[in-house]
T-cell receptor, first 115, second 114 residues
Framework: ETGVTQSPTHLIKTRGQQVTLRCSSQ?????VSWYQQALGQGPQFIFQ???????GRGNFPPRFSGLQFPNYSSELNVNALELDDSALYLC??????????????FGPGTRLTVL | AQSVTQLGSHVSVSEGALVLLRCNYS??????LFWYVQYPNQGLQLLLK??????LVKGINGFEAEFKKSETSFHLTKPSAHMSDAAEYFC????????????FGAGTRLFVKA
């Protein structure tokens, strides 16, 4: 069974650019959540996708957007990058959203640096 | 709304000593509570979770946590620290209110001294 994978592992961009991060969910999982983890802080919920539809969103501006594909893999897109977007971006997959039996399995993350 | 407060950004213990990492939560509805561990350059791994039922929850690697509703706490303990326990630990809360959203605390870095 393959776990959650993310690509790329590291990325360097400049202010104003756009970036796409990718996540492959664990086999059998239909839900993907994205988190931003700034240095020295806990992960902050960006949004969740369930069966290709957005299923909840945290306090992030619209320039953070996402997609989920029929195979349940997902992308996180960030437009007009700002210095404060520098962080570790974590993807987590689960069998379903909102169940008390739900467990999120996290990928290793993508480290984004904005210069 | 839910929130999590982890008391102490850094905790240092000697190998073999008791580990106690503190977590207090706020939730307007019955919460689900989690502890995750993060090793350097890795994602988060679930240690244990409380959903309903028994308030003392046992997890992996000898860790356990007790849900105390009256104190709104969910402290993580381990009787005897091992060098391999050195990592960042995150307490998290979620609740089924309009979707599934997990709120994490700021984390506690555990140092284990030989």
């Amino acid at each position: 069974e393959t776990g959650v994978t993310q690509s790329p592992t590291h990325l360097i961009k400049t202010r104003g650019q756009q970036v796409t991060l990718r996540c492959s969910s664990q086999s059998g999982h239909n839900t993907v959540s994205w988190y931003q983890q700034a240095l020295g802080q806990g992960p902050q919920f960006i949004f969740q996708y369930y069966r290709e539809e957005e299923n909840g969103r945290g306090n992030f501006p619209p320039r953070f957007s996402g997609l989920q594909f029929p195979n349940y893999s997902s992308e996180l897109n960030v437009n007009a990058l700002e210095l404060d977007d520098s962080a570790l971006y974590l993807c987590a997959s689960s069998q379903s959203p909102g169940s008390e039996y739900n467990e999120q399995f996290f990928g290793p993350g993508t480290r984004l640096t904005v210069l | 709304a839910q929130s999590v407060t982890q008391l102490g950004s850094h905790v240092s213990v000697s190998e073999g000593a008791l580990v106690l990492l503190r977590c207090n939560y706020s939730s307007s509805v019955p919460p689900y509570l989690f502890w995750y561990v993060q090793y350097p350059n890795q994602g988060l791994q679930l240690l244990l979770k409380y959903t309903t039922g028994a308030t003392l929850v046992k997890g992996i690697n000898g860790f356990e946590a007790e849900f105390k509703k009256s104190e709104t706490s969910f402290h993580l303990t381990k009787p005897s620290a091992h060098m391999s326990d050195a990592a960042e630990y995150f307490c998290a809360v979620s609740a089924q209110t309009g979707g599934f959203k997990t709120i994490f605390g700021a984390g506690t870095r555990l140092f284990v001294k030989a």
